[in-house]
């Protein structure tokens, strides 16, 4: 009797568990009927999309994307050829810098006749401060020659000056 309990215990769960595989079965049935549908309507007009001709650009749309791959070439170019400034030449001057002397520009060159060049333009309170101001660049070694036009010296005050640097 055991035994036969057991059994019909088996029985009423395997007829179960088909009951719930054929439930779900019908349940997921129209969902993939659906999408099955919609793939066969895509994968119909992707094909007659091939078939069709592409539409011939007229000569301004042409110029367009002639000017624009032109353009990105350049941004490209430029990305690729971009010399980063020297942290270190920048930090050598601004830890130079002393508190009253005022930098406005300062500005890195690499031209292929003189070489790498930093020129900084500011105004300094007076001679004296400027002067300082280039025997502390002077004195660093970062920087190979400094360049300080006496021409920097004719003002007494708040003198607008140039200073040429370049790197070592």
């Known amino acids: 009797m055991s035994k036969d309990f057991h059994f019909r215990l088996v029985v009423v769960f395997l007829v179960m568990l088909a009951v719930s595989f054929l439930i779900a079965f019908f349940a997921i049935l129209p969902s993939y009927l659906f999408t099955s549908e919609k793939k066969s309507e895509a994968n119909a007009k992707i094909e007659m999309q091939k078939r069709e001709p592409g539409q011939e650009l007229n000569e301004k749309t042409l110029s367009s994307i002639n000017d624009l791959n032109n353009k990105l070439n350049l941004v490209e170019r430029a990305e690729q050829n971009k010399y980063a400034v020297s942290q270190k030449v920048v930090g050598a001057i601004v830890l130079k810098k002393m508190s009253d002397i005022k930098i406005t520009q300062i500005l890195y060159k690499n031209d292929p006749l003189v070489g790498?060049?930093?020129?900084?333009?500011?105004?300094?309170?007076?001679?004296?401060?400027?002067?300082?101001?280039?025997?502390?660049?002077?004195?660093?070694?970062?920087?190979?020659?400094?360049?300080?036009?006496?021409?920097?010296?004719?003002?007494?005050?708040?003198?607008?000056?140039?200073?040429?640097?370049?790197?070592?």
Do not use: M
């Open 116 to 168: 790498k060049t930093a020129d900084i333009w500011g105004v300094a309170p007076s001679r004296e401060r400027l002067l300082l101001f280039r025997r502390a660049l002077e004195d660093d070694t970062a920087f190979k020659k400094v360049y300080l036009p006496i021409s920097n010296f004719i003002q007494g005050s708040k003198i607008q000056f140039y200073l040429s640097l370049i790197p070592s």
